[in-house]
């Protein structure tokens, strides 16, 4: 079980942290949102953020994200909810259905499926396509060299409105270079979103432009293995 007290007081110094970051950086902290991870984490380890005015969220997984974040919603208003985790093509109307941001865009087949819910239901997502900036065969996202084509079929085959890009730097490397290689994509086609940073290198992701750094286990704690 989560400490409540412990959740509220992380939160506190990760938004201390970012602003700082910010400031360093001679930018505006109000530029950078900060989506608290709540993957693993169950709706009464959630509470906690919420009650202290926290209302950006970030999930891995549909089915996990459905089955808890309908009834948070109830209880709180103005959630913004997060896809940060891979889609399968085959979730694409439940996500959105239940996302407000889906951050991990990265093949043909997904946006297609995307673009059919999207008109079916009306509902627009804003849209980030994930980059692999490292080129890990294990690990989703569109090769560097290929964002421009894909993109471009987003927008004139599918129709779809793509408002930024979304990168995981491979473990092992300084994130620096990663993040400023998604920066520079970015300014290439004026994409205003800037996906990049978790608990250990947000910092540096503030410092090279991220509009959104993705922070878990510094605010909930250590992830818990399941069961």
Known sequence: MIDPQTVTSNLAEVREAVARAAEDSERDPAGVALIAVSKTIAADGIRPALAAGQRRFGENYVQEAKAKWPALREEFSEIELHLIGPLQSNK?????????????LDRTSLAASL???IQRSGRHPTLL???NTGEEPQKGGV?????????????????????????????????????????????????????MGMSADYPAAIQMGATHVRVGSAIFGARQPKA
């Open 115 to 117: 673009a059919k819910e």
């Open 129 to 131: 396509v994930q980059v």
């Open 143 to 195: 090769a560097p060299g290929a964002v421009d084509g894909f993109l471009a079929e987003c927008r004139d085959t599918h129709g779809l409105v793509v408002s930024g890009l979304m990168c995981i730097p491979p473990a092992e490397d300084p994130p620096s270079a990663h993040f400023g290689l998604l920066a520079a994509i970015a300014r290439r086609h004026a994409l205003p979103i800037l996906s």
């Open 92 to 104: 694409a109307r439940e996500a959105v259905e239940l996302f407000d941001v889906i951050h991990t």
